[in-house]
């Protein structure tokens, strides 16, 4: 189960975060989903984010796990989950358009030996000033004989609130000076 919760977190910090979603613009789940384009983040966007999560089991409502951690987005990076490589076959739809991010992800993984994981992402995430608000439904379905659980849903709640308006991770990074023979020698 951690093992999926990490891979979970994982595609939200790709934000995914963070992370993928799958609603249209005005956070209708049944509105028509822009189709995938690698989006980037604008300088609304850039910043050092502290997010606060809570996740439930779907049907119950009980509290799975709460978690906070730190992620930038710099303004100019790509918010392009297809190219996860965490995910064995992962296709997404969505991406950021003004203040609101939303995608849907479908991708497969092995994640015992005999057991696939199925998994549909739904997120939506809205910008307001220094704030950032959103919900991700994560649901998964197993295949194989080395499969123990047959279906799980996890619904994550995130706010996050700005803490930084120039962080260095979105420093360039700097190229180092280097003689033509230490180039040479690289290649060697």
């Given at each position: 189960?951690?093992?999926?919760?990490?891979?979970?977190?994982?595609?939200?910090?790709?934000?995914?975060?963070?992370?993928?979603?799958g609603?249209?613009?005005?956070?209708?789940?049944?509105?028509?989903?822009?189709?995938?384009?690698?989006?980037?983040?604008?300088?609304?966007?850039?910043?050092?984010?502290?997010?606060?999560?809570?996740?439930?089991?779907?049907?119950?409502?009980?509290?799975?796990?709460?978690?906070?951690?730190?992620?930038?987005?710099?303004?100019?990076?790509?918010?392009?989950?297809?190219?996860?490589?965490?995910?064995?076959?992962?296709?997404?739809?969505?991406?950021?358009?003004?203040?609101?991010?939303?995608?849907?992800?479908?991708?497969?993984?092995?994640?015992?030996?005999?057991?696939t994981?199925?998994?549909?992402?739904?997120?939506?995430?809205?910008?307001?000033?220094?704030?950032?608000?959103?919900?991700?439904?994560?649901?998964?379905?197993?295949s194989?004989?080395?499969?123990?659980?047959?279906?799980?849903?996890?619904?994550?709640?995130?706010?996050?609130?700005?803490?930084?308006?120039?962080?260095?991770?979105?420093?360039?990074?700097?190229?180092?000076?280097?003689?033509?023979?230490?180039?040479k020698?690289?290649?060697?």
């Open positions: 189960m951690r093992n999926m919760r990490t891979k979970a977190v994982i595609l939200v910090l790709s934000v995914w975060l963070l992370a993928g979603t609603l249209a613009a005005s956070g209708d789940p049944g509105g028509a989903i822009r189709p995938f384009l690698p989006n980037q983040f604008d300088e609304n966007w850039h910043g050092l984010w502290e997010f606060n999560i809570v996740v439930v089991d779907c049907d119950t409502q009980d509290p799975l796990w709460s978690d906070f951690y730190e992620q930038a987005f710099c303004e100019g990076e790509d918010y392009d989950l297809d190219t996860d490589p965490n995910w064995q076959d992962i296709d997404c739809q969505g991406g950021i358009v003004g203040n609101e991010l939303d995608s849907v992800c479908t991708m497969t993984e092995d994640v015992l030996v005999n057991c994981a199925y998994m549909t992402l739904i997120m939506h995430m809205e910008l307001d000033g220094d704030t950032i608000t959103g919900f991700q439904t994560v649901e998964t379905e197993y194989g004989s080395g499969c123990f659980i047959p279906y799980s849903c996890m619904e994550f709640t995130y706010t996050a609130t700005r803490i930084d308006t120039d962080p260095t991770e979105c420093d360039p990074q700097p190229n180092e000076a280097a003689s033509w023979s230490d180039v020698g690289i290649y060697r």
